[in-house]
């Protein structure tokens, strides 16, 4: 079990270089002026998790030992998204033992990226919660836009017994569901016609349905509708190209 004290947590030390540096800048602030082309790439967006880290525990300095407790969780959550985030696909390996070493109270937090979705697992006393949602708007929504677009989170979320997901196969199983559903070109992928032939449109987001509708469906089966509190968000996005194969969009993280 996680173990706390009462010595301040100490931040990893890092580097950012200047790309880094202005992915950030572009991604968390959103200037007036952005990048006409798309800038994502793994080392930019550890970068931005790496920052997000590192906040947290400044915050988490400035608060009493009491409170460190509450925020611990927290920070657990972000240190595990950066983690697995750090490669170009989740790791089965990785992903089976976070899921198999959660405590009550504890969050995890992975990016599917290939299905354009997110899923959030809550550890209750007796129930685990089980939330998904899109994690990059369609961008004919954005553009289509007046200001920002208004987004609800999360989406569906489905309450699964511990006893079920302490089973010695629902961790395997669920993290070689989430591993493939990472890297999988599915059919929710946008497409276009070029030359009389359906091919892959990179511009747009996928569907995320085979997350949040399909592993939904799977959890549905082995639990029931859970009532979590939602929020409506201001999102701010964009769809910026010129002279770029991709356009640039905020990141998903």
Same mark, same amino acid.
């Given at each position: 079990?996680?173990?706390? !004290?009462?010595? /301040?947590? &100490? /931040?990893?030390?890092?580097?950012?270089?200047?790309?880094?540096?202005?992915?950030?800048?572009?991604?968390?602030?959103?200037?007036? &002026?952005?990048?006409?082309?798309?800038?994502?790439?793994?080392?930019?967006?550890?970068?931005?998790?790496?920052?997000?880290?590192?906040?947290?525990?400044?915050?988490?300095?400035? #608060?009493?030992?009491?409170?460190?407790?509450?925020?611990?969780? !927290?920070?657990?959550?972000?240190? !595990?998204?950066?983690?697995?985030?750090? #490669?170009?696909?989740?790791?089965?390996? *990785?992903? *089976? !033992?976070?899921?198999?070493?959660?405590?009550? &109270?504890?969050?995890?937090?992975?990016?599917?990226?290939?299905?354009?979705?997110?899923?959030?697992?809550?550890?209750?006393?007796?129930?685990?919660?089980? *939330?998904?949602?899109?994690?990059?708007?369609?961008?004919?929504?954005?553009?289509?836009? &007046?200001?920002? #677009?208004?987004?609800?989170?999360?989406?569906?979320?489905?309450?699964?017994?511990?006893?079920?997901?302490?089973?010695? +196969?629902?961790?395997?199983?669920?993290?070689?569901?989430?591993?493939?559903?990472?890297?999988?070109?599915?059919?929710?992928?946008?497409?276009? +016609?070029?030359?009389?032939?359906?091919?892959?449109? *990179?511009?747009? +987001?996928?569907?995320?349905?085979?997350?949040?509708?399909?592993?939904?469906?799977?959890?549905?089966?082995?639990?029931?509708?859970?009532?979590?509190?939602?929020?409506?968000?201001?999102?701010?996005?964009?769809?910026?190209?010129?002279?770029?194969?991709?356009?640039?969009?905020?990141?998903?993280?």
């Amino acid at each position: 079990m996680l173990q706390y !004290s009462n010595s /301040r947590v &100490k /931040r990893q030390s890092t580097s950012t270089d200047h790309s880094g540096l202005e992915y950030i800048i572009n991604h968390v602030f959103c200037p007036l &002026k952005l990048p006409q082309g798309n800038d994502h790439s793994l080392e930019n967006d550890l970068a931005l998790s790496q920052a997000v880290v590192n906040a947290a525990l400044a915050f988490n300095d400035q #608060l009493s030992y009491e409170k460190q407790l509450l925020w611990m969780s !927290s920070l657990k959550m972000l240190r !595990s998204l950066k983690n697995s985030i750090r #490669l170009s696909t989740l790791s089965a390996k *990785e992903v *089976e !033992s976070q899921i198999s070493a959660m405590y009550n &109270k504890d969050v995890l937090v992975y990016m599917i990226r290939a299905q354009n979705a997110a899923v959030v697992m809550r550890k209750l006393e007796y129930e685990t919660i089980f *939330e998904s949602f899109e994690i990059s708007p369609d961008p004919t929504a954005v553009m289509g836009a &007046k200001g920002k #677009l208004i987004c609800s989170y999360p989406g569906p979320a489905i309450a699964v017994p511990n006893t079920i997901v302490g089973d010695s +196969t629902f961790p395997s199983e669920l993290a070689n569901f989430l591993v493939h559903m990472d890297q999988d070109v599915l059919d929710a992928a946008a497409t276009t +016609t070029k030359a009389k032939s359906t091919v892959l449109e *990179e511009r747009d +987001t996928a569907h995320p349905r085979y997350i949040t509708e399909l592993l939904t469906g799977i959890l549905r089966g082995l639990g029931s509708i859970a009532d979590v509190p939602r929020i409506r968000k201001r999102i701010g996005d964009d769809v910026l190209w010129d002279s770029a194969k991709l356009p640039w969009r905020r990141s998903p993280l």
